[in-house]
């Protein structure tokens, strides 16, 4: 740190920099937080001004909550897939764009076109969440109009009298929501996972390659331990996203605030905004945003422990 | 690592063999090329997937409501623009306006304040300088829906709801931790001896910090821009509960991503999809144009921003 920054008459000047940042950073970020502990514990409508404190009965009343169970079950099988399906498919594509195109001797390099693909992959990363709701929407459409249906019909895998009704279907809807989450995020992740295989130094695939190991060999006694950080904190990046979930099940799904057919594709963030809004139970939103916080920790920690490696150096 | 690394004589001598560049044949070349065709063919498959979905919604835009709820794969019978001009009217020319408005405020904010921070945090020591950092940097740690209900009230109070200066003031607050967290990093990397010149030729502090530490940073400062221009432009959760109106004669300032999902709704129940398929369109086709000119700039912004 400088030295020359030490001295005095400078305390002003800290102080005069940090003032309103903190300022705005306290007064919408930090009270905020520090309030939702406080209202979870009572049982505040969020009209009234008057509220009684209630100690741990929102706690106890989430627990028996079915509609907030089945929302936390959907999470969890979110946090499980999001991160593994997408993870595995960035992977593999940006060791083709990167490795793939490997031929003859000594040379190691991406495929024919790769920074086309990384062009087009990326595309959705930079496209709003309500952009995909609607897109989404209408590549689900339940009736022949929609893409899917209209692709599967033509091929003459669906009746054309009776269409699939992806979101509607309780035990599809929950899936179909996982695939736009990772359409959307693949092409991040292979650019980020590129970005990471480019700072590999192409001695030690070189290297591999001498020693006559194979594609898959390479990547899986290479590439990926050399990548770990980035899957790493991909892998917690993507949990995060899975704890959320709120702008596409509620555009996209059934249900004020979606989560529907019949709570069949609940997330947490649904069952506390309709509580909230709706419902008008601040209280009880307010425990439910602190139960969010306390998995959100308890993923972050179990991911960067589970996944803790020996960090390799090159 | 464990990794053989062969004697440089050997690798080099097996390098120059293909004079140069590797030629394609050979016993390994020829397992190049059916890998190569191998790769090429997932890589399409999923191009197509990424692609297809986006022109079909845009041609939905020259269909008819009727031929919407058709054949999915029919093609458009209309060519005119109308359904864009009905979108338009429909409210998406203000909703863009509207988040216009809001983001020429909140990201050179976002940027000064959150510049301003770190600089300070990185490179003045000052007792609980650290706890201030680890205070601003936890902030992306959580969900923003722990902090929702609160937030609403607490911009309620402050008579700040539907309004845009208290959308920036939110936007700003919540940009905060992640500007400080690189801004941070990126300070500290900048030379002492520059600062240690401009202090010599008697610039103030805050002179120092606007004229000599703020250009140099240029490069951090655009990694970060383009990371808060995005996130700024694609929130939807904050908008959704802090403008909506209030009374009866509060005029709707609703955001793009906002106003599209009541288009949504609203042409639901109009049945006239081809004014949602284009105002989608509409909608995407800046954020497409503004990617495509600056793709290499926003694949390592977004890169160097989450990987710090």
Known sequence: ?314 | MTTVIKAPGEASAERSGGSGRPKEGGNTGSDGMVLNVFSHGFLAVWAILIVLPLIWLALGSFKTDSQIGGSALSWPSNWHFDAFSRAWDKGIGDYFAHTLIVMVFSVPLTMLLGSMAAYVLARYPFPGNRLFYYFFVSGAMFPVFLALVPLFFMVKRLDMLNTYQGLILVYVAYSMPFTVFFMHSFFRTLPTAVHEAAVIDGASDTRIFFQVMLPMAKPGLISVGIFNVLGQWNQYILPSVLMQPQTGSDPERYMLTQGLIQLQYQMGYETDLPVLFAGVTIAMIPMLVVYLSFQRQIQAGLTSATLK
């Open chain 1, 1 to 314: 740190m400088s030295q020359v920054a030490q001295g005095k008459g400078r305390i002003g000047f800290i102080a005069g920099f940090l003032f309103l940042p903190l300022a705005l950073y306290l007064t919408f970020v930090i009270w905020p937080y520090i309030q939702t502990f406080g209202y979870s514990f009572t049982n505040w409508s969020g009209q009234s001004p008057t509220f009684d404190f209630v100690g741990l009965d929102n706690y106890a009343a989430l627990m028996k909550d079915e509609v907030f169970r089945g929302a936390l079950w959907h999470n969890l099988l979110l946090l499980v897939f999001v991160p593994t399906v997408t993870i595995l498919l960035a992977l593999f594509f940006a060791f083709m764009v990167n490795v793939g195109g490997r031929s003859g001797a000594g040379g190691v390099r991406g495929v024919r076109g790769s920074s086309v693909y990384k062009i087009v992959y990326f595309f959705p990363q930079v496209l709003s969440l309500a952009i995909l709701a609607v897109l989404f929407g209408a590549v689900y459409r339940s009736d022949e109009g929609g893409l899917l249906n209209g692709f599967l019909t033509k091929l003459g895998l669906v009746d054309p009298a009776h269409p699939v009704e992806w979101l509607n279907q309780p035990n599809l809807v929950v899936w179909c929501l996982l695939l736009v989450v990772v359409w959307h995020g693949v092409g991040f992740y292979l650019v980020l996972f590129s970005a990471a295989m480019q700072s590999v130094p192409k001695d030690i695939y070189e290297a591999a390659l001498l020693d006559g190991a194979g594609r898959a060999q390479t990547f899986l006694k290479v590439t990926l331990p050399l990548l770990w950080d980035s899957v790493q904190t991909s892998a917690v990046y993507l949990g995060i996203a899975a704890m959320d979930m709120f702008v596409l099940v509620s555009t996209m799904t059934s249900g004020q605030f979606g989560g529907g057919p019949d709570h069949h594709s609940e997330v947490m963030a649904t069952v506390l905004m309709r509580n909230f809004l709706y419902f008008g139970k601040s209280g009880y939103a307010c425990a439910m945003g602190v139960v969010m916080l306390v998995l959100t920790m308890i993923l972050s920690i179990v991911t960067l422990r589970a996944t803790r490696r020996e960090r390799i150096e090159f």
